[in-house]
Protein backbone atom coordinates (compact mmCIF):
# COMPACT_ATOMS: atom_id res chain seq x y z
CA UNK A 1 0.00 0.00 0.00
CA UNK A 2 3.08 2.15 0.95
CA UNK A 3 4.29 1.61 -2.33
CA UNK A 4 1.55 2.15 -3.96
CA UNK A 5 0.92 5.51 -2.38
CA UNK A 6 4.91 6.61 -3.37
CA UNK A 7 4.39 5.44 -6.47
CA UNK A 8 1.26 7.96 -7.33
CA UNK A 9 2.79 10.54 -4.98
CA UNK A 10 6.21 10.47 -7.52
CA UNK A 11 3.55 10.52 -10.77
CA UNK A 12 1.96 13.35 -9.55
CA UNK A 13 5.12 14.96 -8.62
CA UNK A 14 7.10 14.07 -11.68
CA UNK A 15 3.78 15.14 -13.83
CA UNK A 16 3.56 18.70 -12.27
CA UNK A 17 7.52 19.15 -13.55
CA UNK A 18 7.27 17.76 -16.89
CA UNK A 19 4.08 19.39 -17.60
CA UNK A 20 5.05 22.77 -17.32
CA UNK A 21 8.09 22.31 -19.12
CA UNK A 22 7.15 20.25 -21.94
CA UNK A 23 4.29 23.15 -22.42
CA UNK A 24 6.99 25.69 -22.50
CA UNK A 25 9.24 23.73 -25.16
CA UNK A 26 5.99 23.33 -27.25
CA UNK A 27 5.26 27.17 -26.70
CA UNK A 28 8.84 27.78 -27.88
CA UNK A 29 8.83 25.41 -30.58
CA UNK A 30 5.28 27.14 -31.87
CA UNK A 31 6.70 30.32 -31.92
CA UNK A 32 10.46 29.40 -33.95
CA UNK A 33 8.30 26.86 -36.20
CA UNK A 34 9.00 29.51 -38.96
CA UNK A 35 11.29 32.53 -38.01
CA UNK A 36 10.66 33.61 -41.64
CA UNK A 37 6.58 32.94 -41.69
CA UNK A 38 5.97 37.03 -41.59
CA UNK A 39 8.34 39.97 -43.58
CA UNK A 40 7.31 43.56 -41.70
CA UNK A 41 7.80 45.82 -44.34
CA UNK A 42 7.21 50.21 -44.74
CA UNK A 43 5.87 50.83 -47.89
CA UNK A 44 5.83 53.67 -50.23
CA UNK A 45 2.35 55.15 -50.67
CA UNK A 46 1.92 55.41 -54.70
CA UNK A 47 2.63 51.23 -54.13
CA UNK A 48 -0.37 50.38 -51.82
CA UNK A 49 -2.60 53.23 -53.06
CA UNK A 50 -2.81 51.75 -56.45
CA UNK A 51 -3.03 48.01 -54.95
CA UNK A 52 0.48 46.75 -56.65
CA UNK A 53 2.10 45.75 -53.67
CA UNK A 54 -0.55 43.86 -52.15
CA UNK A 55 -0.75 41.66 -55.83
CA UNK A 56 3.04 41.13 -55.69
CA UNK A 57 2.64 40.03 -51.71
CA UNK A 58 -0.05 37.46 -52.51
CA UNK A 59 2.78 36.52 -55.38
CA UNK A 60 5.05 35.71 -52.32
CA UNK A 61 2.77 34.10 -49.84
CA UNK A 62 1.79 31.90 -52.74
CA UNK A 63 5.41 31.21 -53.46
CA UNK A 64 6.93 30.75 -50.19
CA UNK A 65 4.02 30.61 -47.71
CA UNK A 66 5.62 33.89 -45.85
CA UNK A 67 3.23 36.65 -45.28
CA UNK A 68 3.73 40.35 -45.80
CA UNK A 69 2.50 42.96 -43.19
CA UNK A 70 2.32 46.12 -44.39
CA UNK A 71 3.64 47.98 -41.02
CA UNK A 72 3.42 51.60 -42.60
CA UNK A 73 2.62 53.43 -45.55
CA UNK A 74 2.74 57.22 -47.13
CA UNK A 75 5.30 59.81 -47.56
CA UNK A 76 9.50 59.29 -47.38
CA UNK A 77 9.12 60.81 -44.38
CA UNK A 78 6.57 58.85 -42.98
CA UNK A 79 8.17 54.98 -43.41
CA UNK A 80 11.45 56.15 -42.30
CA UNK A 81 10.93 56.40 -39.14
CA UNK A 82 9.80 52.75 -38.32
CA UNK A 83 12.57 51.76 -40.51
CA UNK A 84 15.20 53.99 -38.33
CA UNK A 85 13.30 52.51 -35.24
CA UNK A 86 14.07 49.05 -36.19
CA UNK A 87 10.11 47.96 -36.61
CA UNK A 88 10.29 47.07 -40.32
CA UNK A 89 12.07 44.38 -42.21
CA UNK A 90 12.08 46.05 -45.14
CA UNK A 91 11.57 49.12 -46.94
CA UNK A 92 11.06 50.33 -50.45
CA UNK A 93 10.47 53.78 -51.52
CA UNK A 94 12.28 56.59 -53.98
CA UNK A 95 15.96 56.62 -54.18
CA UNK A 96 17.41 59.75 -52.46
CA UNK A 97 18.83 61.63 -50.26
CA UNK A 98 16.99 60.00 -47.61
CA UNK A 99 17.62 56.35 -48.53
CA UNK A 100 21.15 57.11 -49.04
CA UNK A 101 21.44 58.09 -45.47
CA UNK A 102 19.59 55.45 -44.05
CA UNK A 103 22.55 52.47 -45.34
CA UNK A 104 25.73 55.54 -44.61
CA UNK A 105 23.87 55.68 -41.12
CA UNK A 106 23.92 51.69 -40.89
CA UNK A 107 20.00 51.56 -40.32
CA UNK A 108 19.92 49.74 -44.35
CA UNK A 109 21.49 46.85 -45.90
CA UNK A 110 21.55 45.51 -49.82
CA UNK A 111 19.79 48.96 -51.13
CA UNK A 112 18.98 47.78 -54.78
CA UNK A 113 16.67 49.27 -57.32
CA UNK A 114 13.58 47.39 -58.43
CA UNK A 115 10.89 49.23 -60.52
CA UNK A 116 10.78 52.66 -61.58
CA UNK A 117 7.49 54.86 -61.97
CA UNK A 118 6.84 58.17 -64.36
CA UNK A 119 6.76 61.62 -63.44
CA UNK A 120 4.59 63.77 -65.75
CA UNK A 121 3.99 66.98 -67.05
CA UNK A 122 0.32 68.76 -66.45
CA UNK A 123 -1.25 71.56 -67.57
CA UNK A 124 -4.25 73.43 -68.63
CA UNK A 125 -6.77 71.70 -70.70
CA UNK A 126 -6.31 74.82 -72.83
CA UNK A 127 -2.83 73.80 -73.40
CA UNK A 128 -1.67 77.50 -74.35
CA UNK A 129 1.93 75.38 -75.47
CA UNK A 130 0.20 72.68 -77.83
CA UNK A 131 2.74 70.15 -75.98
CA UNK A 132 -0.12 67.46 -75.04
CA UNK A 133 0.55 63.85 -76.47
CA UNK A 134 4.49 64.88 -76.36
CA UNK A 135 6.85 61.96 -75.70
CA UNK A 136 9.58 64.14 -74.64
CA UNK A 137 9.86 66.43 -71.23
CA UNK A 138 12.54 68.42 -73.02
CA UNK A 139 11.19 69.42 -76.38
CA UNK A 140 8.23 70.25 -74.30
CA UNK A 141 9.53 72.61 -71.87
CA UNK A 142 11.36 73.95 -74.92
CA UNK A 143 7.96 74.86 -76.13
CA UNK A 144 6.83 76.14 -72.58
CA UNK A 145 9.39 78.42 -72.62
CA UNK A 146 9.30 79.53 -76.31
CA UNK A 147 5.35 80.60 -75.74
CA UNK A 148 6.21 81.93 -72.64
CA UNK A 149 3.18 80.06 -70.92
CA UNK A 150 3.34 79.76 -67.34
CA UNK A 151 5.25 77.31 -65.30
CA UNK A 152 5.36 76.76 -61.85
CA UNK A 153 9.25 75.54 -60.43
CA UNK A 154 8.63 73.28 -58.13
CA UNK A 155 10.16 72.67 -54.92
CA UNK A 156 9.38 69.07 -54.11
CA UNK A 157 12.03 66.40 -53.91
CA UNK A 158 11.13 64.06 -56.66
CA UNK A 159 9.50 66.58 -59.22
CA UNK A 160 12.58 69.15 -58.21
CA UNK A 161 15.27 66.49 -59.24
CA UNK A 162 13.28 65.74 -62.66
CA UNK A 163 12.46 69.01 -63.41
CA UNK A 164 16.22 70.44 -63.22
CA UNK A 165 17.08 67.60 -65.31
CA UNK A 166 14.76 68.10 -67.69
CA UNK A 167 15.52 71.85 -68.08
CA UNK A 168 19.13 70.99 -68.48
CA UNK A 169 18.36 68.86 -70.93
CA UNK A 170 16.10 71.10 -72.82
CA UNK A 171 19.20 73.82 -72.57
CA UNK A 172 17.45 76.58 -70.32
CA UNK A 173 18.63 76.52 -67.17
CA UNK A 174 17.60 78.31 -64.78
CA UNK A 175 13.82 78.87 -66.41
CA UNK A 176 13.58 82.48 -65.65
CA UNK A 177 11.19 85.21 -66.93
CA UNK A 178 7.61 86.38 -65.59
CA UNK A 179 6.47 83.28 -67.14
CA UNK A 180 7.99 81.32 -63.93
CA UNK A 181 6.03 81.13 -60.86
CA UNK A 182 8.12 80.06 -57.76
CA UNK A 183 6.16 77.32 -55.68
CA UNK A 184 7.39 79.25 -52.42
CA UNK A 185 6.99 75.83 -50.51
CA UNK A 186 3.09 75.63 -50.81
CA UNK A 187 1.40 72.14 -50.02
CA UNK A 188 -0.25 70.03 -52.52
CA UNK A 189 -3.69 71.90 -52.72
CA UNK A 190 -2.45 75.18 -52.88
CA UNK A 191 -0.26 74.04 -55.72
CA UNK A 192 -3.13 72.66 -57.66
CA UNK A 193 -5.14 75.76 -57.25
CA UNK A 194 -2.48 77.95 -58.12
CA UNK A 195 -1.44 75.68 -61.47
CA UNK A 196 -5.56 75.75 -62.16
CA UNK A 197 -6.09 79.66 -61.74
CA UNK A 198 -2.74 80.13 -63.20
CA UNK A 199 -3.27 77.71 -66.07
CA UNK A 200 0.49 76.62 -65.46
CA UNK A 201 2.24 73.42 -66.64
CA UNK A 202 4.33 71.57 -63.97
CA UNK A 203 5.49 68.58 -62.96
CA UNK A 204 3.63 65.47 -61.53
CA UNK A 205 3.89 61.92 -60.16
CA UNK A 206 1.76 59.94 -62.74
CA UNK A 207 0.39 58.01 -59.74
CA UNK A 208 -1.01 60.93 -57.61
CA UNK A 209 -2.89 62.36 -60.59
CA UNK A 210 -4.58 58.67 -61.20
CA UNK A 211 -5.33 58.04 -58.01
CA UNK A 212 -5.64 60.93 -55.34
CA UNK A 213 -8.83 62.32 -54.71
CA UNK A 214 -7.55 65.65 -55.11
CA UNK A 215 -9.14 68.54 -57.62
CA UNK A 216 -7.27 68.71 -60.62
CA UNK A 217 -9.64 70.86 -62.06
CA UNK A 218 -8.88 72.41 -65.33
CA UNK A 219 -5.99 70.03 -65.31
CA UNK A 220 -4.53 66.94 -67.54
CA UNK A 221 -1.68 65.07 -67.97
CA UNK A 222 0.32 66.19 -70.82
CA UNK A 223 3.26 64.38 -70.91
CA UNK A 224 3.82 60.98 -69.77
CA UNK A 225 5.79 57.60 -70.77
CA UNK A 226 9.69 59.40 -71.20
CA UNK A 227 12.41 57.17 -69.68
CA UNK A 228 14.56 60.20 -68.87
CA UNK A 229 11.13 61.30 -66.32
CA UNK A 230 11.38 57.84 -64.53
CA UNK A 231 12.30 57.91 -60.94
CA UNK A 232 13.72 54.29 -59.74
CA UNK A 233 12.18 52.80 -56.27
CA UNK A 234 14.56 51.18 -54.08
CA UNK A 235 14.45 47.87 -51.87
CA UNK A 236 16.56 48.07 -48.76
CA UNK A 237 16.68 45.68 -45.64
CA UNK A 238 16.79 46.42 -42.24
CA UNK A 239 21.03 45.42 -40.81
CA UNK A 240 20.50 42.74 -38.71
CA UNK A 241 23.68 43.90 -36.93
CA UNK A 242 21.42 47.18 -35.89
CA UNK A 243 18.52 45.08 -35.33
CA UNK A 244 19.17 41.61 -34.16
CA UNK A 245 15.66 40.82 -33.99
CA UNK A 246 14.55 41.62 -37.95
CA UNK A 247 13.32 38.88 -39.99
CA UNK A 248 16.51 39.02 -42.21
CA UNK A 249 16.17 35.60 -44.17
CA UNK A 250 12.34 36.42 -45.20
CA UNK A 251 13.12 39.98 -46.10
CA UNK A 252 16.03 38.42 -48.24
CA UNK A 253 13.49 36.48 -49.84
CA UNK A 254 11.01 39.11 -50.76
CA UNK A 255 13.75 41.30 -52.28
CA UNK A 256 14.90 38.40 -54.35
CA UNK A 257 11.41 38.14 -55.28
CA UNK A 258 10.93 41.60 -56.31
CA UNK A 259 13.54 41.05 -58.13
CA UNK A 260 12.35 37.67 -60.23
CA UNK A 261 11.53 37.82 -63.15
CA UNK A 262 8.09 36.77 -62.24
CA UNK A 263 7.78 40.04 -60.95
CA UNK A 264 9.25 42.12 -63.09
CA UNK A 265 7.10 40.60 -65.93
CA UNK A 266 4.00 41.01 -63.95
CA UNK A 267 4.68 44.92 -63.21
CA UNK A 268 4.44 45.68 -67.09
CA UNK A 269 1.66 44.58 -67.23
CA UNK A 270 -0.42 45.77 -63.72
CA UNK A 271 -2.75 48.15 -64.59
CA UNK A 272 -1.67 49.42 -68.09
CA UNK A 273 -4.54 48.54 -70.15
CA UNK A 274 -6.75 50.77 -67.99
CA UNK A 275 -4.19 53.17 -68.64
CA UNK A 276 -3.76 53.91 -72.08
CA UNK A 277 -1.46 51.23 -72.32
CA UNK A 278 1.44 53.27 -69.91
CA UNK A 279 2.33 50.92 -67.01
CA UNK A 280 2.32 52.62 -63.30
CA UNK A 281 5.23 50.61 -62.45
CA UNK A 282 8.49 50.18 -65.17
CA UNK A 283 10.40 47.28 -64.99
CA UNK A 284 14.30 47.44 -64.53
CA UNK A 285 15.83 48.44 -67.28
CA UNK A 286 20.02 48.01 -68.29
CA UNK A 287 20.32 51.52 -70.36
CA UNK A 288 23.88 50.25 -70.76
CA UNK A 289 22.91 47.37 -72.47
CA UNK A 290 20.17 48.59 -74.34
CA UNK A 291 22.83 51.64 -75.85
CA UNK A 292 25.11 48.95 -76.46
CA UNK A 293 22.47 46.59 -78.11
CA UNK A 294 21.04 49.37 -80.25
CA UNK A 295 24.96 50.78 -81.23
CA UNK A 296 25.57 47.12 -82.33
CA UNK A 297 22.68 46.56 -84.38
CA UNK A 298 23.58 49.57 -86.08
CA UNK A 299 26.60 48.32 -87.14
CA UNK A 300 25.62 45.71 -88.19
Known amino acids: MKIKQFVVTAFIILTSVIVPVWTQANDNLSKNKNPEEVVKAAVIGGMTMTGMWQKVSEMFEAKTGIKVEVVATGPRAVIEKPFKQGEVDLLTMHSGDITTDLVADGYGINMIPWTHNNTVIIGPTEDPA ?6 SGAEALKKIAATRSKY ?3 WG ?3 REISQKMWKKAGIFPPEGDWVIKEERRSTEEILICLS ?3 AYSFFGRIPVLFEKREFSGLE ?8 MMRPYIVMLANPKAFSHVNYEGAKKLQDFLLSKEVQDFLGKFKADEFGGVPLFYPLRNKALEENRIKNNSIN
Open 130 to 135: GIKGMK
Open 221 to 228: IMVEDDPD
Open 157 to 159: IGK
Open 197 to 199: EQK
Open 152 to 154: LDM
